[in-house]
Nanobody, 123 residues
């Protein structure tokens, strides 16, 4: 069982930056692939970024490539999402998720979810 708690959301002007954190409980954090997803009002939850258990490989949806960076610190049981050059269309609730085994960009493949953190980007 893994419990995930996101933090770091807030309100920021377009062009600004935020860093989201996701703290995980449990001793086996390093064995989980981790992902970030987001859900805007009236829209389906969508993939943002993911990282393998080792942290050696990362993947991004096209709309955030070059602006967002996912990373993890297995010693701290934490995964991060650094978000730069934020745009109003990045406004959403951001969720982190954990998956046993190989990573995936499909939300239904993930086993554990956090409660989400709100990110609002004003124009």
């Amino acid at each position: 069982q893994v419990q995930l708690v996101e933090s770091g959301g807030g309100v920021v002007q377009a062009g600004g930056s935020l860093r989201l954190s996701c703290a995980a409980s449990g001793r086996t954090f390093s064995s989980y692939a981790m992902g970030w997803f987001r859900q805007a009002p009236g829209k389906e939850r969508e993939f943002v970024a993911r990282i393998t258990w080792s942290g050696h490989n990362t993947y991004y949806t096209d709309s955030v490539k070059g602006r967002f960076t996912i990373s993890r610190d297995n010693a701290k049981n934490t995964v991060y999402l650094q978000m730069n050059s934020l745009k109003p269309e990045d406004t959403a609730v951001y969720y982190c998720a954990a998956k046993v085994g190989f990573g995936s960009s499909r939300m239904y493949d993930y086993d554990y979810w956090g409660q989400g953190t709100q990110v609002t980007v004003s124009s």
